[in-house]
């Protein structure tokens, strides 16, 4: 098994551990994380950022229907110590709710095609947003989290974006909110609706 890993990470794709639920790869210095990451997935990523490589991670491209905030979180401030751009391409991809956490993280953060994204509840790619959710693990019973809607606020400033936590007020409990680019540059959560230089 760990013949296999190593086999992969050397041909330039990563894939995460049994135990992980998010999928990593990268080429050229490109990666991809996708998948809805769960508490302990920082640690895949962790091994992910650290592999060694032919050339270092610029940037990482996201989809993801989120997951965890903590994980989100920790990822997020993983890809900023790095020095790490992140990109969304709202044609193709999603990053909906704690995923904007790890999305916050990029030193350079690129809504590509945000543009193009009609604002509001109908648009099915792009940025969402909503509040933070408290369930159980059966999905029987689930009301808003107020500590956790203040815990994604705190890492939105502390990423330099703070008025992101208007994004999530616009949100019902069953509905995700899609900023247009020209609100996701306004609020600071995205600096570019352009694809990151080659």
């Known amino acids: 098994m760990r013949r296999a890993i190593l086999a992969m990470a050397l041909a330039g794709t990563f894939i995460a551990p049994a135990s992980a639920t998010i999928y990593l790869s990268d080429s050229n210095g ?17 091994t992910f950022l650290a592999r060694p490589r032919e050339r270092k ?16 979180i920790r990822i997020g401030r993983m890809i900023r110590k790095a020095g790490i751009a992140t990109a969304v391409d709202a ?8 995923c904007t ?3 916050a993280g990029g030193v350079t953060r690129h809504y590509i ?3 193009r994204v009609f604002e509001g509840f109908s648009a099915r790619g792009g ?3 909503h509040p933070a959710h408290l369930r159980d693990p ?14 994604m606020a705190a890492h939105y400033r502390a990423m330099g974006a703070p008025r992101t936590i208007e994004l999530m007020q616009h949100a019902g409990f069953t ?13 600071r959560i995205a600096t570019s609706l352009t694809a990151p230089n080659p």
């Open 101 to 103: 956490l790890i999305f």
């Open 138 to 151: 059966a999905w029987t019973r689930a009301e808003f989290s107020q500590k956790g809607t203040d815990t």
């Open 113 to 115: 095609g945000g543009d």
């Open 91 to 98: 044609d193709a991809a999603r990053c909906d709710s704690a």
């Open 57 to 72: 991670l610029r940037v990482i491209y996201l989809d993801s229907t989120g997951g965890s905030i903590a994980a989100g």
């Open 30 to 46: 490109v990666g991809r994380l996708s998948g809805i990451f769960e508490p302990g997935d920082e640690n895949a990523f962790a």
């Open 127 to 129: 940025l969402g947003f």
């Open 175 to 187: 509905s995700m909110f899609r900023p247009s680019g020209k609100t996701a540059l306004d609020v």
